[in-house]
């Protein structure tokens, strides 16, 4: 029998039973932006973190970001800023993954955008 705690959204436990995720019963949780907010929905597993996110119209990040992600486009579209200026677009029923460490990224809206970011331990920078 596998024993699964959960507090909140987290759960405490190495291994991953099958589940099936209920979006609508998960919290969000408000982020501002320097412009526009961030909604998230998150599950925390041990070493995995799964979210859906959501940016208003007119988002911009208040923050570089250096962390790995896998990041899908379910709806709209958002801008992926790096900090060298280098601008990538992400529509729906696109993805783009990175390590930790390898890039600082920032994401940008005009409309809005829903994305499922999934992050967490495997993403770590390997030497």
């Not at 024993?3 to 039973?17: A, E, L, S, Y």
């Not at 949780?29 to 973190?49: C, D, P, S």
């Not at 331990?121 to 030497?127: A, E, Q």
Request: aromatic residues 8%; charged residues 25%; neutral net charge.
């Amino acid at each position: 029998d596998i024993i699964v705690k959960i507090q909140g959204n987290k759960m405490n436990n190495r291994n991953i039973p099958f589940q099936t995720i209920d979006w609508t019963n998960i919290p969000k949780v408000e982020y501002k932006g320097t412009t526009g907010t961030a909604y998230w929905q998150t599950m925390q597993f041990e070493g995995l973190r799964i979210r859906l996110v959501e940016y208003s119209k007119d988002y911009l990040a208040d923050h570089w970001c250096k962390k790995g992600h896998i990041v899908h486009c379910l709806e709209g579209e958002v801008i992926n800023e790096l900090q060298d200026g280098t601008k990538s677009t992400l529509k729906a029923g696109m993805s783009y993954v990175v390590s930790d460490e390898l890039s600082s990224h920032r994401s940008i809206t005009k409309e809005g955008v829903k994305l499922l970011i999934i992050d967490g331990d495997f993403l770590k920078l390997k030497v």
